[in-house]
């Protein structure tokens, strides 16, 4: 299950995506998720699905790799199906038994939560997928530029976005290595009960805590023996500029959101 946790993971490639300034890819990351909220029926959401597809063939990243990072949230998803399902009344009854009880609505509820959770995910995946955690660093911290003028710490915010990101891959591993060795000297994480599989757990939890805090300490001592101190006066090996390409994208993703609002307003 550790292994199959692919947020903050970079697949390194040239497609179209990959070029873009991580500023438009942040921004149409952006338009994509209001979209996924304004969408209202079938029709939309099909719209919605046909764009991430064909993100998704033009990234080059194999669909494999969404589908292994879905598996992690699949107890969310369906805990939202279930909840949705039996909650929502309305339409037509097509399954009743005691208190429990499938409506029309509830079905279609249901789907559609489904649907915008997945397509939520796996749109956030693309983005973390084709862009390095640096350079979603230097554009996240460039786009809120303007409320640093209010003495926000967007540098700090952005940097630790960063790190959180990079070290996600890293915690998973070490996980992996820790569980594995646990595993070795007889210790049984997926059997029994509940209680007893969740104090199996502490083996596990304890040392990766340390091991996090160690590389924290680390990571900390090495930025001070390198004089950082901030965003202040810092620059930026790699500068950023926008090229036509990211102005057609973003032109393209107000289309897109401007066309959604459209057929959820008729009710498509």
Request: charged share 15%.
């Amino acid at each position: 299950m550790l292994k199959d946790v692919t947020l903050g993971q970079y697949f390194p490639g040239t497609s179209f995506i990959h070029r873009l300034d991580p500023r438009t890819k942040l921004i149409a990351t952006f338009v994509y998720i209001a979209a996924l909220f304004v969408a209202k029926w079938y029709v939309s959401y099909a719209v919605v699905l046909a764009l991430l597809i064909v993100c998704i063939t033009v990234s080059g990243i194999k669909p494999s790799a969404f589908f292994r990072g879905l598996k992690p949230i699949l107890f969310i998803i369906i805990f939202t199906a279930v909840i949705n399902l039996f909650a929502t009344k309305g339409g037509t009854v097509l399954w009743n038994w005691w208190k429990l009880t499938i409506t029309s609505a509830g079905a279609q509820l249901a789907f559609l939560m489904v649907a915008r959770i997945m397509l939520l995910i796996t749109g956030t995946f693309l983005l973390t997928y084709t862009t390095t955690p640096m350079a979603l660093t230097d554009g996240l911290e460039l786009l809120l530029e303007p409320i640093k003028k209010l003495g926000a710490p967007v540098h700090e915010f952005s940097m630790m976005m960063s790190i959180a990101l990079r070290f996600i891959p890293t915690l998973i591993e070490e996980a992996d290595k820790i569980a594995s060795a646990q595993k070795a000297r007889g210790a049984d994480f997926e059997t029994g009960s509940l209680t007893e599989r969740a104090k199996a757990l502490l083996p596990l939890l304890v040392p990766l805590f340390v091991s996090a805090f160690r590389r924290a300490d680390e990571l900390a001592v090495a930025m001070e023996a390198r004089c950082y101190h901030g965003g202040e006066g810092r620059t930026r090996m790699k500068k950023l500029t926008m090229c036509p390409a990211d102005w057609a994208t973003l032109i393209g993703s107000g289309v897109f959101l401007a066309g959604i609002i459209v057929l959820a307003r008729y009710g498509l």
